[in-house]
């Protein structure tokens, strides 16, 4: 039976979008629900923990950050000497290209760079340690990043063109994750995707991908599952944000849980939760946005 | 059955010192030019033919050792000078992804791994990848010591120019984003989760070499290695778990030249002995049935020579 989940992704899977620290008329949206206003209880391991309150649950995921992360942070939990492979289960949330890791020595730190790999010539989205900070903070950070000013990065703008080639990145992006997930086979470690790596080689899929997927109703990933369910579309397009929405994360979570149960990882009966069970929840998120509107805050 | 062997690595594997096709000048001892290429050079000093890299590298001394022993082995050297681990990876998936001959359970693979100070990146200008060489001490003090080459003793004058055009960039990328600490645990669990993949997906495999550095975060992984790791030294001698390092110990060309040719790589003669000891190894590790060929009592060039040639 599983004792321990760890979570590894992007914003998606930290609960991005619901940052209270900097914008604090999202928790006036979410008034009235009885939720913990912080990010990790708005996620879906978050909800996942309300669900499996005996199971301890490690959310190491992290908003702007790619699959490089996950496979640092994975590999060096699973090389522990204190790992307990039997009673451990991994859940990855991968990413695509256009995030590309580096290590700051001034920081003594990874950052990460953002970019959109479908753009000729291709443009950049910024370098960060951290995302989605208060303007304060940001405005810190950047000041700390080496090699960057204000107004984005002289060096990235330079290097980038001058060592990315699209399909030599993708290759590279393909092997590290066939090489990851054979390690994880070769331990016997129990792992899930919410959503799978698709850049893989077609020859690996059987072998690495195919036992290994969570059933959010007929689809293998959240980004496709209810995907009109984001905060945007929750709020009713109060709040601007393409994240995952509350309700979106509950059913996540429930998905899960009964993934769990079918796999007899854990013991229980399954939710079979559906959107209409959220119903009153979106209520109370609408009677809290139309006052907002109608405030004019 | 093996029909097939693979080799891995950096110049000790390809045949490194033995550039007979290099045309750079060959310098001599004091940095003076000595009006001879460095091919010509090599060419004056060793007699063996063919004057190939391939020929005078371990790989290339096991395969006319297979051959002399009737076996029906080729082998592929996918080694390059100056390169590391991540080109080591980047070929070998070029290997099982796009090439139709590779047949998985009738090869062998034989890696011999680098340690740090080497960085590869995709670089447009030349629409090919380079490799940065940089000096990897704890405190990374010294960030001159830097080199950057598509390849190593046979870059064009063009490629060269090329390069230096860009250095200014790569010495910022290396001044701000190579920290040795950070690069040898990026090595030490990279290598650990490619040798599992190797595992797991039942590759037949050998080490050559091992990095010479791991970092403490992964001593715990480094017995689990043992039985694919090929033992190099003399009976009754210090045993090493790298071919490259059984070399240092007086076997280097230059040891072999009596200062000659001042080059630190494996001799002709080490890479004789090595092709030996690899033979052993693949007749211990059951991917041939041979008997075990002798190896010969602890040679040392330095006490050897008494007199220098030059």
């Known amino acids: 039976m599983i004792e321990k989940i760890y979570v590894f992704g992007t914003s998606f899977a930290e609960g991005g979008g619901f940052e209270f620290n900097i914008n604090k008329t999202i928790s006036y949206s979410y008034n009235g629900l009885g939720e913990e206003y912080t990010k990790e209880n708005f996620s879906f391991p978050g909800q996942l923990r309300k669900l499996l309150p005996n199971i301890e649950i490690v959310n190491l995921s992290k908003s702007g950050y790619g699959n490089e992360r996950m496979y640092r942070l994975a590999s060096d939990i699973v090389f522990s000497d204190n790992f307990d492979v039997d009673n451990s289960l991994l859940i990855f949330d991968f990413s695509h290209l256009g995030r590309k890791e580096y290590f700051s020595r001034k920081l003594n730190k990874h950052i990460i760079l953002n970019y959109d790999a479908n753009s000729n010539p291709i443009s950049l989205n910024g370098v960060a340690q951290e995302y989605l900070k208060t303007h304060e903070e940001y405005e810190k950070d950047i000041e700390n990043l080496p090699l960057l000013d204000l107004d984005n990065s002289n060096f990235f703008n330079e290097w980038v063109p001058l060592t990315y080639n699209e399909q030599v990145q993708h290759e590279l992006c393909s092997s590290n994750a066939t090489i990851f997930l054979s390690f994880l086979k070769n331990r016997n470690v129990k792992y899930l995707f919410t959503d799978p790596p698709y850049f893989i080689n077609h020859r690996d899929y059987d072998n690495l991908l195919k036992n290994h997927y969570i059933k959010f109703q007929d689809k293998a990933s959240t980004h496709d599952y209810h995907n009109d369910k984001t905060i945007s579309d929750e709020t009713d397009g109060y709040h601007t944000d393409e994240h995952y929405g509350l309700i979106k994360n509950k059913l996540i979570a429930s998905c899960i849980h009964d993934e769990l149960i079918k796999r007899n990882m854990i013991s229980g009966s399954k939710l079979n939760k559906n959107i209409k069970d959220f119903d009153n929840i979106k209520k109370i998120i609408t009677k809290n946005t139309n006052y907002l509107n109608k405030r004019n805050i | ?310």
């Open chain 2, 1 to 310: 059955m093996i029909k097939k062997i693979y080799t891995f690595g950096t110049s000790c594997t390809a045949g490194g010192g033995f550039e007979f096709d290099c045309k750079y000048d060959y310098l001599t001892k004091e940095g003076t030019k000595s009006g001879k290429t460095r091919g010509e050079h090599i060419k004056s000093i060793y007699s063996e033919t063919p004057y190939t890299q391939e020929h005078y590298s371990y790989p290339g001394q096991l395969s006319d050792l297979l051959n002399s022993k009737s076996y029906s082995i080729d082998i592929e050297n996918i080694s390059k000078q100056g390169y590391g681990n991540e080109r080591i990876e980047r070929k070998f998936f070029e290997l099982i992804h796009n090439s139709d001959d590779f047949k998985k359970d009738e090869s062998l693979l034989i890696f011999e791994f680098s340690d740090l100070s080497r960085k590869e990146f995709y670089y447009n200008p030349l629409q090919n990848h380079v490799i940065m060489n940089y000096k990897a001490d704890p405190d990374d003090k010294d960030m001159k010591n830097m080199t950057i080459a598509k390849s190593y003793w046979y870059d064009s004058y063009e490629d060269y120019k090329t390069i230096t055009k860009d250095y200014g960039l790569f010495k910022e990328f290396r001044e701000n984003f190579i920290s040795t600490d950070n690069e040898l645990i990026e090595v030490s669990r990279k290598y650990y989760l490619f040798l599992e993949f190797l595992k797991y997906n039942k590759y037949n495999f050998l080490i050559s070499a091992i990095p010479e550095i791991i970092h403490p975060n992964y001593f715990n992984q480094e017995d689990k290695w043992k039985k694919y790791t090929i033992e190099f030294g003399f009976d009754g001698h210090e045993k090493y778990n790298s071919f490259n390092l059984f070399a240092d110990d007086g076997l280097t060309i230059q040891d072999e030249t009596n200062q000659a040719y001042c080059d630190g790589h494996p001799s002709l003669f080490a890479n004789k002995i090595i092709a030996k000891m690899v033979f052993n190894a693949m007749i211990k590790n059951n991917y041939i049935e041979d008997d075990i060929i002798p190896i010969p009592k602890k040679i040392n060039f330095n006490e050897s020579f008494d007199i220098a040639i030059i």
